[in-house]
């Protein structure tokens, strides 16, 4: 199993920004996958999840702003950011859960990324 992140850059504030994730060694159909961020001096956030049966949720900062989706055929998952903060600024991760159902327990997941930064300033 590998995830590879990328996309991430500095962006000004209210800008947009697509992250992808691109995975090897799996199905997205059999596993539900993750976008996981941490800032600076923080814990890990959940952003945002799509399960197996293509499922999405999304953590209360995010919602409205943020959407997930995924390319089964090339296994590419992605991150939609837009209308991006400052309190956005963050390494983000993409992450497999074990399961095929949607879950913000980080603990559940077995693999993940080696990240992708994001800088939202003016």
């Known amino acids: 199993v590998q995830l590879v992140e990328s996309g991430g850059e500095v962006v000004r504030p209210g800008g947009s920004l697509r992250l992808s994730c691109a995975t090897s060694?799996?199905?997205?159909?059999?596993?539900?996958m993750n976008w996981v961020r941490r800032a600076p001096g923080k814990e890990f956030e959940w952003v945002s999840g799509?399960?197996?049966?293509?499922?999405?949720g999304y953590g209360g900062s995010v919602k409205g702003r943020f959407a997930i989706s995924r390319d089964i055929a090339k296994n590419i998952l992605y991150l939609q950011m837009s209308d991006l903060m400052p309190e956005d600024t963050a390494m983000y991760y993409c992450?497999?859960?074990?399961?095929?159902?949607?879950?913000?327990?980080?603990?559940?997941?077995?693999?993940w990324g080696q990240g992708t930064q994001v800088t939202v300033s003016s």
């Open positions: 060694g799996f199905s997205f159909t059999d596993y539900s």
């Open positions: 992450a497999k859960s074990q399961g095929t159902t949607l879950t913000d327990r980080l603990h559940e997941y077995n693999f």
């Open positions: 799509i399960a197996a049966d293509g499922q999405t």
